[in-house]
């Protein structure tokens, strides 16, 4: 999951139909590879070390929301309830402490 910084963090204004349609056409009709693609470009971004996180955020604000989102939901198939539960509060304190 990304953490995205406040300003650009619009997740409660997609649903988990939208952010899957963004991330599929991201992926040129495959989910996964739209996924697997905005991965790509954080590590590039990251290796690369040419832009800070802001101009990161700033052109890839919707695609980075939607993998949150679908990543989130996809999460619950693959672990179970009580992993998930875990999961999902050590992220929710780790981002509560940062600003």
Wanted: contains cysteine.
């Amino acid at each position: 999951m990304f953490r995205i910084p406040i300003f650009y963090d619009n997740q409660k204004f997609m649903s988990f139909h939208n952010a899957s349609g963004i991330m599929t056409r991201h992926g040129q009709g495959d989910l996964l590879a739209g996924m697997k693609s905005m991965d790509a470009i954080w590590n590039d971004h990251c290796g690369d070390m040419a832009g800070d996180d802001d101009e990161f955020f700033d052109h890839w604000e919707y695609e980075v929301n939607a993998y949150n989102i679908v990543f989130e939901g996809m999460a619950r198939l693959f672990a179970p309830d009580s992993e998930y539960s875990k999961a999902k509060q050590a992220i929710a304190e780790a981002v509560d402490g940062v600003e």
